[in-house]
């Protein structure tokens, strides 16, 4: 019995150290963690003991996401990393580019691709594109295919009509080429790729889309969640600004 106390103990104490050291790297080494995100998410991934680093993490590379997809480490990124960061809804891009990287990092991964054989033409049809297939099939689900152009969607997508399963690469297709929706559940746009001007950051936009459903503020959407557009109605500082410069005159003193 005093063993198993003293087990609990430690446990309780270990708990307790993490949670100081996780405060004292968001509040003090904020820069640090921003340019060593990815390797600290590959480190932390599977520990729920260290969500709130985790969380910061991926906040960093969601509000800014091409310095991290566009880094040489990228390729290398642990997968569990980089299925969470698909998951988010809060991720500033467009979707091509995020198809892009997903082709770029799941090519990297497939035995004889990568550098030994990056060009397509060149690919076995079966086993090639069946291996990647294999490698990405968790990930195509989260790509926002409806918010590709439908030019992207001819030149960067199809051409990999085999990676994609058939009831989604069909669902899609219609979606583009005829303007039917899809019957089959599909994630909402990405807050962070709608919403770009500076006055809002997407994680707020998040939350107040929580507000309105009434759950709780930090809660990650999902593909069955309301989709909600947000409208500038007023914008006071462009007004005040204009107001300014027909009224005021400035004094230049040398």
């Known amino acids: 019995m005093r063993r198993i106390s003293q087990i609990a103990s430690h446990e309780l104490l270990h708990e307790e150290l993490l949670e ?14 921003c ?9 932390v991934i599977k520990f729920d003991s260290c969500r709130k680093l985790q969380d910061y993490c991926f906040e960093v590379i969601c509000d800014d996401p091409l310095p991290f997809l566009s880094s040489k480490a990228f390729p290398l990124t ?4 980089f299925f969470c960061l698909l998951q ?20 990297e991964q497939t035995p004889g691709l990568g550098n030994e054989n990056s060009d397509r033409t060149k690919w076995n049809d079966d086993e090639n594109y069946e291996t990647l297939k294999l490698i990405l099939n968790q990930f195509i689900p989260l790509v926002r295919f409806l918010e590709v152009s439908h030019t992207d969607f001819f030149h ?17 297709e219609r979606f583009h080429y005829k303007n039917v929706l899809p019957t089959i559940p599909a994630f909402p746009p990405r807050i962070g790729s709608i919403f770009k001007i500076n006055i809002i950051k997407s994680k707020l936009t998040n939350i107040i889309i929580n507000w309105i459903g009434r759950k ?9 969640d309301s989709l909600y557009k947000f409208n ?7 007004l005040v600004m ?6 005021v005159k400035v004094e230049w003193r040398v």
């Open 242 to 247: 204009n107001h300014l410069k027909r009224n």
């Open 20 to 33: 100081l050291v996780q405060d004292y790297l968001i509040k003090k080494r904020s820069r640090w963690i």
């Open 216 to 224: 709780h503020a930090m809660r990650n959407r999902t593909k069955n």
């Open 88 to 107: 988010r809804d809060d991720l500033s891009i467009e979707e091509t580019i995020v198809w892009d990287y997903l082709l770029e990092w799941g090519i």
């Open 232 to 238: 500038l109605v007023y914008q006071v500082i462009g």
């Open 35 to 43: 340019g060593n995100s990815a390797i600290i998410l590959s480190a």
């Open 78 to 81: 642990n997968k569990d990393v």
């Open 156 to 172: 960067k997508v199809c051409p990999y009509k085999n990676i994609i399963p058939i009831s989604i690469y069909e669902e899609i």
